[in-house]
């Protein structure tokens, strides 16, 4: 009974090569997040969806991009991925703003 | 946007003492504090929450109190168990936002 799911667990992409990660959820939550986790330190935003309206971060590069075709589908976009952004992926989900947020599994991304 | 302020940074306690982390934030009008737990490779998931309109929240060996006038929340594992070693985040919305700032982490190890 996976509520936030997120594919693939792991990924490993080429310098340079356009890589997605996708997260699905059943929880029928009206915000998805896309979080980036580098090692030993804390979450941070790189953009949201509150139902159909996007909402990027004032620092998240513009190599980053997000699509979400419908309520349960998310998809990060990275279009041109360097060593720098190697980090674990976080998708997360909360049913109205300001409630708790339910993470999913996350997505290892590694550049070489 | 909030900024969220964690500490310490690591926190070795032995088994069945208690562990204390304690976060600051400086938005005064934020409202929800949630904590989080992620143990190694692992997604965060939430373990407690307080709102404002509440001082203390306790859930089993776990608990979290607020103040407010102080702007700091903090976290309360009591009889810790090996199983509660991990990395701990807290976080907080700005006031005129929703989205969620998680303070650095704090990793606690349970010595047998």
């Known amino acids: 009974d996976a509520m936030v799911i997120q594919n693939p667990r792991y990924q490993v992409t080429q310098f340079g090569k356009p890589v997605t990660l996708s997260c699905s959820q059943t929880l029928n939550h009206n915000v998805m997040y896309w979080y980036q986790q580098k090692s030993s330190q804390a979450p941070k935003l790189l953009f949201h969806?509150?139902?159909?309206?996007?909402?990027n971060e004032a620092d998240t590069p513009d190599n980053f991009q997000s699509r979400r075709p419908n309520t349960s589908f998310c998809f990060l976009d990275i279009r041109s991925p360097g060593l720098g952004d190697a980090a674990m992926y976080l998708c997360?989900?909360?049913?109205?703003?300001?409630?708790?947020?339910?993470f999913g599994s996350g997505t290892r991304l590694t550049v070489v | 946007g909030e900024n969220v302020e964690q500490h310490p940074s690591t926190l070795s306690v032995q088994e069945g003492d208690s562990a204390v982390i304690k976060c600051t934030y400086s938005?005064?009008?934020?409202?929800?504090f949630p904590w989080y737990k992620q143990e190694l490779g692992k997604r965060p998931q939430l373990i407690i929450d307080i709102r404002s309109n509440v001082g203390e929240k306790k859930d089993q060996r776990i608990a979290v109190t607020l103040n407010k006038t102080a702007k700091h929340f903090s976290l309360h594992i009591t009889e810790t168990q090996p199983e509660d070693s991990a990395v701990y985040f807290c976080?907080?919305?700005?006031?005129?936002?929703?989205?969620?700032?998680f303070g650095a982490g704090t990793t606690v190890t349970v010595r047998a």
């Open positions: 976080a907080a919305p700005a006031s005129n936002d929703y989205k969620l700032s």
């Open positions: 969806y509150y139902d159909k309206d996007f909402n």
């Open positions: 938005d005064s009008a934020s409202n929800y």
């Open positions: 997360a989900t909360s049913r109205v703003p300001g409630d708790g947020y339910t």
